[in-house]
């Protein structure tokens, strides 16, 4: 059972450059979220999914975007990177309807030069 | 807006030196409280879930007890292995979870 599983595992763009960050879950779950953890700032929300075609923003949706085809698969891109979207990247799912814990990756360590 | 509140930053164990991290949070409407273990490059790792006041979860030498304020995390004669990033959740609507910024804990032999 992998889990959730993202790639790649580290990535440096330049600025403008625009990327995916991949992120694929095998449990069936049907929530799935994107976060970025900076030091000082903890986890930060940034946009999340509770089903397939369905996607909605967190608290830090600018210069994100996010689609849900599949329940498996929640892409993250980047449009156009900026030296502030340099962070560590962590996608993570959870079944839905009660209090349940989250899966989390292991992360994308992202760099923007 | 949900806010959660993890105290101490950082703290110094030593092996078998016991001590306890604190969690204070406003929400409006609590339906759980997690607590996760961050390794250095590595994503968190679900630990506990804690629902209602007066509830308690254990686990090894961990154990997070709930009040309607603040959860804490009490670590009982602590081993180096334990040493990690502990990180507080909330819930209150729907699956998102919002987190504090964590305890880094150290622990020496």
């Known amino acids: 059972n992998a889990g959730v599983t993202q790639t790649p595992k580290f990535q440096v763009l330049k600025t403008g450059q625009s990327m995916t960050l991949q992120c694929a879950q095998d449990?069936?779950?049907?929530?799935m979220s994107w976060y970025r953890q900076d030091p000082g700032m903890g986890l930060r929300l940034i946009h999340y999914?509770?089903?397939?075609?369905?996607?909605d923003q967190g608290e830090v949706p600018n210069g994100y975007n996010v689609s849900r085809s599949t329940t498996e698969d929640f892409p993250l891109r980047l449009l156009s990177a900026a030296p502030s979207q340099t962070s560590v990247y962590f996608c993570?799912?959870?079944?839905?309807?009660?209090?349940?814990?989250?899966?989390f990756g292991s992360g994308t360590r992202l760099t923007v030069v | 807006e949900d806010q959660v509140t993890q105290s101490p930053e950082a703290l110094r164990l030593q092996e078998g030196e016991s001590s306890s991290l604190n969690c204070s949070y406003t929400?409006?409407?609590?339906?759980?409280l997690f607590w996760y273990r961050q390794d250095p490059g590595k994503g968190p790792e679900f630990l506990f879930t804690l629902y209602s006041a007066g509830e308690e979860k254990e686990k090894e030498r961990l154990k997070a007890t709930l009040t309607k304020k603040e959860s804490f995390l009490h670590i009982t004669a602590p081993k180096p292995e334990d040493s990690a990033t502990y990180l507080c959740?909330?819930?209150?609507?729907?699956?998102?979870?919002?987190f504090g910024e964590g305890t880094q804990l150290t622990v020496n032999p």
């Open positions: 929400v409006s409407g609590l339906r759980g």
């Open positions: 449990m069936n779950h049907e929530y």
């Open positions: 959740a909330v819930q209150a609507r729907g699956s998102r979870l919002t």
């Open positions: 999914s509770v089903g397939a075609g369905i996607t």
């Open positions: 993570a799912s959870s079944r839905t309807g009660e209090a349940y814990g989250y899966t």
